[in-house]
């Protein structure tokens, strides 16, 4: 699911296409269905997909928080790091939001 798209319920092309029985759901509930997904998808579960003890690091620092922003500027927000086990395996632009 994308991010944008399960917040703000709607298709690629932007047009609304929650029917009534239908939510849009949280930043946070997307992010958790898409970290798990991915995990188990993977079949990495055990290793991934959450930040508990045990579990490896991937991660990624984002120019804004999600979850204090308006859905629609979602599309707006940059990548900083992203971070695999102990290793900065991206780094995009440093600028301030």
Known sequence: MSLEHGVLASNARGCCVRPSFLRRVSVGEVIRVDALNGAVASRQEKVKGSIAAGKLPDLVVLSRNLGKIAPRDILSVRVRY????????????SDAH
């Not at 992203?82 to 632009?93: N, P, Q």
Request: charged residues 15%; without cysteine.
């Open 82 to 93: 992203t971070l695999s086990g102990d290793h900065i395996v991206y780094s995009g632009d």
